[in-house]
């Protein structure tokens, strides 16, 4: 059976008649921002590598943990000894120094680390009791409160994790297997299509027609800060995104953009082989262009490979 560590002294504390204990919930977003709330009036700064004699490997650093009248808050967790998916979801309220509303909404905390600690607020040397650690994941609203699935590990454990055999390159560009490196140009917002707002924009940048398509842009400023989406055209300067963003984008906003890869290896406008020579293509190439699609057609039908008899 699996059991829980607990510090010594810790445990002792727990077997009082009165104990002052708190909850920690500690949060590592996907660009390396770390963000930590209690459940007590008063914020508690830890460290838990300098009381980690359970070993749970918490490497993120000291933080001081908000009391703030916003946070993240760990709802009711059911938990078995075994590898069933651990039940749970964690609440965000919006506060003036913590989360709003809209980082919820844009998936500012999708896929985030986040490790949930017990501790005795009077006497942190006592060490902790890791309560949860996991990932978030899907998010709903309901008024002015963000609800975060709760992934633990074993539930992860349960994702498909497969190779995949395709013809466009699968690597994403720029990532290591990729190997290519990008180069950001930023820019600023100066005129926007009032008809939507979400996704057309003129700006002080003047590349060639469809240079950036496909493309990424990453917003530096405004309500739509630290997101990303892929660019569907360009011309003249204007901009067209693939998919809205979710606030309206506003004159004045500022941006980065960079070119992207179509992922075809023939493609030699926007695809491998613009980025590549014919050398270096064939090691970095992350597809299969020449998987027989019409054969492989004609496989799927019963009788399709079945040839004709000598007679006939």
């Known amino acids: 059976m699996l059991k829980k560590f607990i ?25 390396g921002t770390l963000q930590g709330y209690t459940d007590l009036d008063v914020d508690v700064p830890y460290d838990p590598a300098a009381y980690d004699p359970g070993g749970t490997g918490d490497d993120w650093g000291p933080l001081n943990h908000l009391a703030s009248n916003g946070g993240a808050f760990l709802a009711q967790l059911q938990a078995a000894a075994n590898l069933t998916v651990d039940n749970s979801e964690v609440t965000l309220l919006p506060g003036t120094e913590s989360i709003s509303v809209e980082q919820a909404l844009s998936g500012f905390y999708d896929n985030a680390d986040v490790r949930f600690y017990r501790v005795n607020y009077m006497d942190a040397s006592m060490g902790h009791e890791c309560v949860a650690t996991g ?23 349960k994702q498909p994790d497969s190779r995949l055999y395709t013809i466009p390159c699968e690597h994403v560009f720029g990532s290591p297997k990729c190997g290519k490196a990008f180069t950001w140009t930023e820019g600023e917002v100066t005129a926007v299509d009032p008809a939507n707002a979400l996704r057309i924009f003129g700006t002080d940048l003047t590349p060639d027609d469809d240079f950036y398509n496909p493309g990424v842009i990453e917003w530096l ?77 004609v496989a799927m039908i019963p009788g399709g490979q079945v040839g004709a008899r000598e007679d006939e």
């Not at 990932?135 to 992860?156: D, M, P």
């Open 7 to 31: 510090p010594p002294l810790l445990l002792e504390h727990y077997q009082q008649d009165a104990v002052t204990v708190c909850l920690l919930t500690r949060i590592r977003l996907k660009d």
């Open 135 to 157: 990932k978030l994941g899907n998010c709903r609203i309901s008024g002015q409160v963000a609800i975060v699935e709760y992934r633990s590990l074993t539930q992860q454990l």
């Open 221 to 297: 400023t405004g309500a739509n800060a630290k997101q990303q989406k892929e660019i569907e055209q360009n011309t003249a300067g204007t901009f067209a995104l693939s998919l809205p963003m979710l606030f309206a984008i506003e004159i004045g906003d500022t941006f980065r953009v960079r070119q992207d890869c179509s992922k075809w290896w023939g493609d030699t406008e926007h695809g491998c082989a613009y980025h590549y020579d014919a050398a270096t293509r064939s090691q970095k190439f992350g597809g299969y262009p020449d998987i027989p699609v019409a054969d492989g057609g």
